[in-house]
């Protein structure tokens, strides 16, 4: 009789199971970016050699490393929540740029007149808000009208992008940037200071880890981060349960919405001190985080780690671009391929196949 296969679930996953596959993802990943550098006539070995010396090979790749991780590590862990709870927040860089706004709004208005111990808070807590805002309302689509969350979240994206067009060549548009779509430059007392000798934006950074801890603590050790957890892997049992299914996923996305609103503050108070086009304020971080996520494996504090290492591949993607004449959008695809591979083994650290005869 002829052999049948089939795809049946596992009734449990290891942690070891988990680790082994994590790590066959990754390095299968890394052999198809390998293969596609071959074929473009690019030595792989050392395009990826260079990728990851050029961000962690010399202090100078290592801090701009940091520096780029700040933000992944921030949406990062929003999107963690989201994730946890069969949220799909497909909207991460539309938050971004939101936040980066409302943030850009309290230091062109109260940075003028206020001290930095204000200011600094102020635009932080501005960018939660227009973050959080654009999180709610897909949220409030989904349990209000059943609309699809990655449709809702996506677009979104583009809303966010064409209202900080609007602004920055509109009622924003700086008087001292010489006709160029750039607010003014922001007042002292609404840049953040920086490491030595680096662009770490030390504020930002301290920020990020401590809401990395907090949000660890929330999804495991409290009673709102169970109910996340139970509607992410069961929503019957949710419902059975009496887990308020509106509460709980609306103040999800809100915090989601809200890390990547922080996110954005940390970029234009910490690095370009200005809002500028989209594409200037965030490297793609929105949809980089995605990634982030799903390698720390929905878990906020391995997100510091995750975070690093396509921090890494960012900054070293710059290194090959220079070095090696690729691309600008080598980079997205390395990334592309990763988080292939990584959704291939999650998919098989749920599942198993299973091999046998016809009719059995």
């Keep these: 009789m002829s052999l049948q296969m089939s795809i049946r679930p596992r009734t449990e996953s290891s942690g070891r199971l988990q680790f082994f596959v994590l790590i066959l993802s990754l390095f299968a990943g890394l052999v198809a970016v390998g293969i596609l550098f071959l074929a473009s006539g690019v030595d792989p070995f050392y395009a990826i050699g260079k990728i990851f010396s050029g961000s962690f090979g010399s202090f100078y790749g290592f801090k701009e490393t940091i520096t780029k991780a700040i933000p992944l590590i921030l949406i990062g862990t929003g999107l963690t929540l989201a994730f946890n709870g069969k949220f799909w927040n497909i909207g991460a860089e539309g938050q971004l740029l939101m936040g980066a706004a409302f943030g850009t709004w309290v230091a062109l208005t109260l940075g003028p007149i206020l001290p930095k111990p204000v200011v600094i808070p102020l635009m932080f807590l501005a960018g939660f808000l227009g973050g959080a805002i654009l ?27 064409e209202i900080v067009q609007f602004l920055i060549v509109g009622p924003w548009k700086g008087v001292t940037q010489h006709g160029y779509p750039y607010t003014d430059e922001f007042p002292p007392s609404a840049q953040l200071d920086y490491f030595p000798g680096s662009r770490i934006h030390m504020f930002t950074l301290i920020l990020a880890l401590l809401i990395v801890v907090a949000m660890y603590l929330m999804v495991y050790r409290t009673k709102f981060g169970y109910e996340i957890r139970v509607i992410g892997e069961n929503p019957e049992a949710g419902r059975y349960a009496g887990i308020n299914f509106f509460k709980t996923l609306i103040l999800v996305m809100v915090l989601s919405g809200g890390l990547a609103g922080i996110a954005g503050v940390g970029e234009v108070a910490g690095i370009h001190h200005r809002l500028s086009y989209p594409g200037n304020i965030s490297a793609g971080y929105g949809f980089t985080a995605i990634i982030v996520a799903w390698l720390a494996k929905l878990n906020p504090l391995m997100t510091i780690f995750s975070g690093l290492f396509f ?10 671009q220079i070095s090696l004449n690729l691309p600008a959008a080598t980079v997205e695809v390395f990334n592309g391929i990763l988080l292939f591979f990584l959704i291939m083994g999650d998919f098989f650290t749920r599942n198993r196949i299973v091999f046998h005869r016809k009719g059995e």
């Excluded at 009208?145 to 809702?152: A, H, K, M, T």
């Excluded at 921090?311 to 090959?320: M, N």
């Design 135 to 161: 999180g709610f309302i897909p949220a409030w689509f989904k349990v209000s009208f059943g609309i699809n969350e990655v449709i809702s979240t996506l677009m979104l994206n583009y809303i966010a992008f």
């Design 311 to 320: 921090a890494g591949i960012l900054v070293g993607g710059d290194a090959i």
